[in-house]
C-alpha cells in the first residue's frame, strides 16, 4: 500500500513510512509529479517557487530510516516560505527580483531543526513579496519573482488585472496552497501580524501563529522583530502539534526564545473531549454595531459557518461568553500609524493615504539592513535602499503594484532611537495587551478568544500572543461575483505561552466538526 499524497496528513505520511508502505524517494517523487501537474501544468498554482535541486538525493539517504524519538520527521518532504534561509543551492529571495540568486551563510534555525529531525527540504514556496510590506495594495501571493500564487480552490483571475477572484490569503499563500494542493506533507509559514492565519483560512489548512520566541527567527528575512514569528501549515491540528515539537527550542541567536515555555509533547495533550468546562470569548454585541467588529461584518455565509461553529463548540462543553472586546483593543492606540500616499498603479484607492503600523515601518528598515548584512551572500543589495535602488532602475518587472511602503521605511533613521517609534510600540501593547486581549480574558475568564478567519490577527499579533486556527466551513463569492466554494477557518487565540490549551481547544472543534475537505480538481495521479 501507498500513501495517498494527495490528501495525506503529516501522521499518514509518518505511518507509511513507519510501516514500510512508502519511502521518502517515493513521496518526493510523488510530490515533484504533483508540483509538475498542478503547480506548473494545469490549473498552474504557481505556490512553489523553486524545487530544491538536492531533495531526491537527500530523500534517497532516509529510505532506511524510520521516523523516531531522535528523527521525527525522517524522510518526510516539507516546503519552507522563501522568506526563510536555507543555506544550500537555493536562494532565499523573499520573492524579490533584487535578491534573484541571493543566498544565505547558513540554514536558519527553523530549517537546521527540521533537518536535525530528518525532513526533506523539498524546496521554497512563493510568497507575498517581502511578506507584504513592499507596496499598498498588493494581492496577496504576488511576488515579482514568482509570479502570482492561486487558491486552489477557486483559481481563476480577473480579466482586466490578472489579480485571483478569490486570494489564497497572505503573505504564505505558496506554503499554505502547495499543503491544501497536496504537494507537499506540511509547510512552513511566518507571519508579522495574519501571514499564516490568512492563508490558512483562504486554504483549509490548520496553523499556529506561535508566541513571539517560541520558534527561533534567525535566519528568516524581516518585517518586524516584535511581531514576527514562523509557523506550521498543515492539514490537522495534530500535524502541526508533531511540528511544534520539532521547532519549539531555545536559540541562544534569538533572545525572544530564552523565555520560552513547552510542554515536553504538544499532542499529548489533544482531546476530543477538551472542550469540555473551556470557556471561550466571542467579541460581538450586535446591540452594539460600532464596536462590533469581528462578527457584526460578516457576510450571511461567513455568518452561518460562525454559527454552525458555535453550536458545535457549546454541543462539545464549552461556554460560549458573547460579549465586545474594548474598543481601545482593536482601534488602536494614538501614534501607532504612519500616513502614507498610495501610488500603486492598480489599486482601486489609489491616491488616497493609507495609514500602516509605524512599527512595522521603523523596524523594517533596522531589521532588514542587519539580515541583509549578517546573512546574504552572493548579491550586490546590502541596505534597503539598494534594493530600492534596483526596484526604480528595474520598474516595469520590479514595480507592478509599486513601493510605498519599502519608501516610507527608509525615510525612518533606522536605529529605533526616534521617539515617535518608541511611543508607537508602547501604545501597541497597552491597547493590544493590557487593554485588548488582557483585559477581555481577565474580565471574563476566558481559556481563549475566537474569531472568524484571521480577523483577530492584529489585537493578538501586536503582544506576541498566539493563534491557532482550524477550519470551519466553506462560503462562496467576492463582493458581487460569484465564485465556487471556498473554506473559511475559525481562531482561537490567547496569552504568551498557551498554544498546548489552544491546539486542545482546536483539536476537539476539528474532531467534531470535521469541517476541512480538500480542494476539488486535483485528484490523484
Known amino acids: 500500500m501507498t500513501v495517498p499524497v494527495e490528501n495525506a496528513s503529516l501522521t499518514d505520511v509518518l505511518e507509511g513510512l513507519t510501516k514500510g508502505s512508502t519511502t521518502s524517494t517515493a ?26 535541486p538536492d531533495a531526491l538525493s537527500t530523500a534517497s539517504r532516509f529510505d532506511k530510516v524510520k521516523p523516531s524519538k531522535a528523527q521525527p520527521l525522517a ?12 543555506g544550500d543551492k537555493q536562494p532565499t529571495t523573499a520573492g524579490s527580483l533584487a535578491l534573484e540568486g541571493a543566498r544565505t551563510k547558513d540554514d536558519s ?23 507584504n510590506i513592499l507596496a499598498v495594495d498588493m494581492p496577496s501571493g504576488y511576488s515579482s519573482l514568482g509570479g502570482q500564487v492561486k487558491n486552489p480552490y477557486a483559481p481563476e ?14 503573505s504564505s499563500a505558496g506554503s499554505a496552497v502547495s499543503v491544501a494542493a497536496g504537494l507537499c506533507a506540511a509547510a512552513i509559514g511566518s ?4 501571514s499564516l492565519l490568512s492563508p490558512a483560512t483562504q486554504n483549509g489548512l490548520v496553523t499556529v501563529k506561535p508566541t513571539v520566541g517560541l520558534i527561533s527567527r534567525t535566519g528568516i528575512l524581516p518585517i518586524s522583530h516584535s511581531q514576527d ?3 506550521p501549515l498543515t492539514r490537522t491540528v495534530r500535524d502541526s502539534a508533531i511540528l511544534m515539537n520539532v521547532l519549539a527550542e531555545r536559540d541562544p541567536l534569538d533572545p525572544a526564545t530564552q523565555h520560552l515555555q513547552r510542554p515536553a509533547d504538544y499532542t499529548s495533550n489533544l482531546d476530543k473531549d477538551g472542550l469540555k468546562g473551556a470557556r471561550i470569548g466571542l467579541p460581538s454585541d450586535p446591540a452594539d454595531p460600532g464596536n462590533d467588529v469581528y462578527m457584526g461584518k460578516l457576510s450571511p455565509k461567513a455568518a452561518a459557518v460562525m454559527a454552525q461553529a458555535l453550536a458545535v463548540l457549546q454541543d462539545a462543553g464549552a461556554t460560549i461568553v458573547r460579549t465586545n472586546m474594548p474598543t481601545s483593543g482593536w482601534i488602536g492606540g494614538p501614534g501607532t500609524t504612519m500616513g502614507v500616499l498610495n501610488r500603486n498603479p492598480l489599486s482601486r484607492t489609489k491616491n488616497t493615504v493609507v495609514t500602516p503600523p509605524i512599527v512595522f515601518l521603523y523596524e523594517l528598515k533596522h531589521d532588514l539592513n542587519l539580515y541583509l548584512r549578517d546573512w546574504a551572500v552572493g548579491t550586490n543589495m546590502k541596505t534597503l535602499a539598494d534594493i530600492i535602488a534596483f526596484n526604480e532602475a528595474n520598474a516595469d518587472k520590479a514595480l507592478r ?3 510605498d511602503l519599502f519608501l516610507a521605511a527608509e525615510a525612518t533613521k533606522g536605529d529605533l532611537s526616534e521617539l515617535e517609534y518608541k511611543s508607537a510600540r508602547a501604545m501597541d501593547l497597552r491597547a493590544a495587551k493590557e487593554r485588548g486581549m488582557d483585559a477581555y480574558m481577565t474580565e471574563h475568564k476566558l481559556d481563549a478568544v475566537l474569531f472568524p478567519g484571521a480577523s483577530g490577527s492584529g489585537i493578538a499579533a501586536k503582544p506576541g500572543y498566539p493563534s491557532v486556527q482550524v477550519p470551519g466551513g466553506f462560503i462562496s463569492g467576492v463582493g458581487d461575483k460569484e465564485t465556487p466554494e471556498y473554506p473559511l477557518g475559525i481562531t482561537f487565540a490567547g496569552r504568551a505561552w498557551s498554544e498546548a490549551k489552544l491546539l486542545r481547544l482546536a483539536y476537539a472543534f476539528e474532531q467534531a466538526s470535521n469541517a476541512r475537505r480538500p480542494p476539488p480538481g486535483l485528484p490523484a495521479l
Not at 483571475?157 to 486570494?167: A, K, S
Not at 507571519?191 to 495574519?194: A, D, L, N, R, Y
Open 229 to 231: 514569528t514562523a509557523g
Open 401 to 403: 503594484f509599486g513601493q
Open 75 to 86: 524522510g518526510v518532504p516539507i516546503l519552507v516560505k522563501d522568506n526563510i534561509a536555507t
Open 109 to 131: 534555525t527553523v530549517v537546521k531543526k527540521l533537518r536535525a529531525a530528518g525532513a526533506v527540504i523539498l524546496g521554497k514556496a512563493n510568497l507575498t513579496e517581502f511578506a
Open 191 to 194: 507571519e508579522t501580524s495574519g
Open 27 to 52: 513521496l518526493t517523487h510523488a510530490y515533484l509529479a504533483r508540483i509538475e501537474a498542478y503547480d506548473r501544468g494545469g490549473p498552474a498554482l504557481n505556490s512553489v517557487r523553486m524545487v530544491n
Open 157 to 170: 483571475l480577473m480579466d482586466d488585472r490578472g489579480i485571483p477572484v478569490v486570494l489564497p490569503g497572505g
